[in-house]
């Protein structure tokens, strides 16, 4: 949950936040990371979320 927090913490700022990262700081898989974006963050907390997809695929999530 400690690396859950720190996620947070960092979606906090206007920089762009990779999945993986999330990925590694909580030992989640992909759709658990995004539904915790997605049901906590943005319905719960009612953060607008913005999400792209860059280049090299990776996915890049940041606070509109």
């Avoid at 947070?8 to 993986?20: A, E, I, N, T």
């Avoid at 992909?30 to 996915?59: I, Q």
């Amino acid at each position: 949950m400690d690396g859950l927090r720190r996620n947070v913490g960092s979606h906090r700022s206007p920089q762009v936040h990779l999945l993986v990262d999330s990925m590694k700081a909580t030992d989640w898989q992909a759709h658990s990371v995004r539904g915790f974006l997605s049901g906590t963050l943005r319905k719960k907390m009612g953060l607008k979320l913005e999400s792209t997809k860059r280049e090299d695929g990776d996915r890049v999530y940041s606070l509109v």
